[in-house]
Nanobody, 124 residues
Framework: QVQLIESGGGLVQAGGSLRLSCAAS????????MAWFRQAPGKERTFVGR????????YYTDSMKGRFTISRDNAKNTVYLQMNSLKPEDTAVYYC?????????????????WGQGTQVTVSS
């Protein structure tokens, strides 16, 4: 089992920045690729990006490239999502997820472990 706890969400004005954190426990963190998803009100949960086990490779949804950055610190068992130039349409609950395979995945049903989510609200 892997337990994931997100933090860092909140209310920010458009154009601002937030950094989300996801702390993992339970199993060896470096054995998992990590991803961020988000779910806007009334919409399905969608893929934000993914980082490999070592942190050497990252993938992003096209709309987030250049604004969002995923990183990880395996010594701290934590993955981060740095969000810059935030827009009202970025308002959502943001989730981190863990995957024990090395194969690229961008569908939520492919991830085994999930955090409870953290709310990000971007005001215009």
């Amino acid at each position: 089992q892997v337990q994931l706890i997100e933090s860092g969400g909140g209310l920010v004005q458009a154009g601002g920045s937030l950094r989300l954190s996801c702390a993992a426990s339970g199993r060896t963190f470096s054995n998992f690729a990590m991803a961020w998803f988000r779910q806007a009100p009334g919409k399905e949960r969608t893929f934000v990006g993914r980082i490999s086990r070592s942190g050497g490779t990252t993938y992003y949804t096209d709309s987030m490239k250049g604004r969002f950055t995923i990183s990880r610190d395996n010594a701290k068992n934590t993955v981060y999502l740095q969000m810059n130039s935030l827009k009202p349409e970025d308002t959502a609950v943001y989730y981190c997820a863990a995957d024990d395979s090395q194969t690229y995945k961008d569908h939520d049903f492919e991830y085994q472990y999930w955090g409870q989510g953290t709310q990000v609200t971007v005001s215009s």
